[in-house]
């Protein structure tokens, strides 16, 4: 019966992401493009820094296929936006 119930969790988180696919992107290509290199991953740490955030946390990857993944990849994001902003990405999806 919970493997059911966690089934049917994941399927429902999964189609209302599907509403906020573009948005989801967004976050992705850019935590993608910092993690891509270390001197970007370096200058990002610099902005979390600058900006005045004290925390550990840093941007995680994230699997499309597990919905937990990308709400913490969200979570994160959403926590570190003041560091974006800092580092350089100002809104907007990366191109």
Not at 5 to 22: D, R, T
Not at 24 to 50: G, H, N, P
């Amino acid at each position: 019966m919970g493997g059911c119930i966690a089934h049917i969790l994941n399927h429902i988180v999964k189609v209302g992401l599907k509403y906020h696919n573009y948005h989801v992107e967004c976050v992705r290509k850019a935590v993608k493009y910092i993690r891509d290199l270390k001197q970007k991953i370096k200058k990002f740490k610099k902005a979390i820094k600058d900006v005045g955030l004290e925390t550990k946390k840093f941007l995680c990857g994230n699997s499309p296929t597990r919905w937990n993944s990308t709400f913490k990849l969200l979570k994160t994001a959403y926590e570190l936006r003041d560091a974006f902003v800092e580092f350089g990405i100002k809104g907007g999806c990366l191109r």
